[in-house]
């Protein structure tokens, strides 16, 4: 079995910039913005076991063969990296006769603000692909607009 995440306390990851918090009053805040309101959240050492301790190789491993999937990630996703929906599009993308289509939305954040227009046309588009069996999997609308 393959675990996707595997949480590691590396320089990558934000517990050594919020340890001395953790370790002085026994969290840290992590704030966000949730259905468009600002969210502030209490996270402990406790939180960061409980991360590590979920299983998520039943992406690779118990994931239905038959069934197709689209992801949508915004590049300019600041809460899960881009590069997590690659993860998930090799654990996906073996399977038959199941497929799985993964769009970058290029300069879409995590709640696809401003680009619900593309989000819904991509996911229409991509519905009637599955209703005419015309689905392969890959990453899809590769084409690059604006700057690199």
Known sequence: MQRIFVLTYS?????PQHKHLIDSQGYYER????????FV???????????ARND?????????????????????DTVVPPYDAFIY???????????????YVEGADHNFTGCFDEVVDTV??????????ELKTGVWHTGIRGKL
């Not at 704030?31 to 600002?38: C, F, G, L």
């Not at 959240?41 to 991360?51: I, K, N, P, Q, W």
């Open 89 to 103: 599009a090799r654990a996906l993308g073996n399977r038959t006769p199941g497929t799985h289509t993964l769009r």
């Open 56 to 76: 998520t190789s039943i992406v690779w491993s118990r994931f239905p063969a038959t069934v197709d999937v689209l992801s949508l990630h915004g590049l300019a």
């Open 31 to 38: 704030k966000a913005i949730v259905a468009r309101k600002p």
């Open 124 to 133: 229409l588009e991509w519905w009637r692909m599955v209703e005419r069996k």
């Open 11 to 15: 320089t990558e990851d934000d517990l």
């Open 41 to 51: 959240g209490r996270v402990t050492l406790e939180d960061y076991a409980e991360f």
